[in-house]
């Protein structure tokens, strides 16, 4: 039986890897936020309202500061790559009280992924190469893109514990 499984399984892995792509270019990029903000829009569907604040353990951020924290992070990658003014630089989003609502916070989380696909659409592959600096580090515009991504995809991943710890079944990966 598993010399017959082999041959499928083989098959399957070498079809998935030989459609991968990386992250590159503007087009691929606006195609993996917008799945990322559909994603997550998932995720805050999922927590009902009486979960938004949440906390595991005293000592970690609630469920709505791990996806503040997520937005805050939207805001300043897009802002770095493409030098467009942050809308919430100075504001720490998690300590908002008014964003603490689900309706509140599915809004604002939603909005910085907007925020992140507009800076995108205004941006083109040529100037993707650009250099950008992030502290004391310099990228291209594209790796602050991706450096984005990575930490939302982070977050909201930390998320997922969350919402099993009240029961709930997360969403499904979704990876394409």
Same mark, same amino acid.
């Not at 100075?90 to 964003?99: A, I, T, V």
């Given at each position: 039986m598993k010399r017959l499984l082999f041959p499928f399984l083989l098959l399957a892995?070498?079809?998935?890897? &030989? $459609?991968?792509?990386?992250?590159?270019?503007? &087009?691929? +990029?606006?195609? *993996?936020? +917008?799945?990322a903000k559909e994603y997550t829009k998932e995720y805050l569907d999922a927590m009902p309202e009486e979960g938004t604040n949440? @906390? /595991?353990t005293p000592e970690i951020r609630s469920f709505a500061e791990q996806m503040l924290h997520l937005a805050s992070g939207n805001y300043l990658f897009g802002s770095i790559a493409t030098g467009k003014a942050n /809308?919430? =630089? #100075?504001? +720490?989003?998690? @300590?908002? *009280?008014?964003?603490k609502? @689900? =309706? =509140?916070? $599915? %809004?604002a989380v939603l909005d910085s992924y907007d925020f992140m696909i507009d800076a995108l659409k205004g941006t083109t592959?040529? +100037?993707? =190469? *650009?250099?950008v %600096?992030?502290? @004391?580090?310099?990228? $291209?515009? *594209?790796?602050a893109f991706a450096k984005g991504f990575e930490h939302q995809t982070h977050?909201? #991943?930390q998320t997922t514990i969350y919402i099993r710890m009240k029961g709930i079944k997360p969403p499904n990966e979704k990876l394409f």
């Open positions: 892995v070498t079809t998935v890897l &030989s $459609s991968y792509r990386p992250m590159t270019g503007v &087009s691929q +990029q606006l195609t *993996e936020w +917008q799945r949440f @906390k /595991p /809308p919430m =630089a #100075g504001k +720490q989003m998690e @300590k908002m *009280e008014e964003l609502t @689900k =309706a =509140a916070l $599915s %809004k592959d040529a +100037q993707m =190469a *650009e250099t %600096k992030f502290g @004391k580090n310099e990228m $291209s515009r *594209e790796l977050h909201r #991943g």
